[in-house]
């Protein structure tokens, strides 16, 4: 008897493209890996809106869905319109009471309103802002993997990740997060694997952890 394959949908960062997902490898025998993109949001849309056009992109059911940083936030909405068998996030949040102090003043002074303009055309700006300060050694990697320079959807992803308002999450999240993750910090976060020295881009550099753990994690009830 052929063995079911299973189809995990990852989605990767604020503005990244899925080359962040490069190194991670699954088995071909259990696993078939699709890659969702971020796409030009149309004018006013909500998150939940944004969301299930991007479900449109999912083409088989009991899927697992997986999304870093803004794109965990993404999946945990699309998983109220496109039901996951297993629903993971990695580097991100579960609820607006895990959003660090700094971006809940960013929300309540509306300065996100000041940051976009800039975004599009300084992508050393933007890995600042979508990764911490502490980010000029590293900036080559940033420019590799960050693609979405349209002023549209950062203006649009700033906002919706600084004001997303989920109080309440759903209890079967599997959520991976980094002991030195400086954008979302770990004092922060509840109920979460924590990978030791894991910091905000751990996706690419502690990507044999995910190679030899996802599985597991994926397979187990």
């Known amino acids: 008897m052929c063995q079911e394959i299973i189809h995990v949908y990852l989605m990767p960062g604020m503005a990244a493209s899925p080359k962040i997902f490069e190194h991670i490898k699954l088995s071909e025998n259990q ?32 899927i697992v869905l997986l999304g870093v940083s803004f794109g965990g936030v993404l999946v945990q909405e699309i998983n109220k319109h496109v039901k996951a068998r297993k629903l993971i996030i990695v580097s991100s ?36 802002y979508a990764f911490g300060s502490n980010v000029n050694k590293r900036l080559e990697l940033y420019r590799k993997y960050l693609s979405v320079n349209d002023s549209k959807y950062l203006s649009w992803a700033i906002e919706n990740m600084v004001c997303w308002n989920q109080t309440d999450y759903n209890p079967e999240i599997i959520h991976i997060h980094g002991g030195n ?38 397979l187990e009830n």
């Open 31 to 62: 696993f078939e890996i699709h890659y969702l993109e971020w796409i030009i949001p149309i004018d006013k849309e909500t998150i939940s809106e944004y969301a299930l056009r991007l479900s449109k992109d999912i083409k088989h059911d009991n």
């Open 93 to 128: 949040v579960k609820s607006m009471h895990e959003l660090p102090k700094r971006m809940l003043i960013t929300k309540v002074t509306k300065a996100y309103k000041l940051v976009p303009t800039q975004l599009a055309s300084n992508i050393d700006i933007f890995a600042k």
């Open 181 to 218: 993750d400086a954008v979302f910090p770990i004092k922060n976060i509840v109920n979460c694997i924590t990978i030791e020295n894991g910091t905000h881009i751990m996706i690419i550099n502690k990507y044999k952890w995910f190679n030899e753990n996802l599985p597991r994690i994926i």
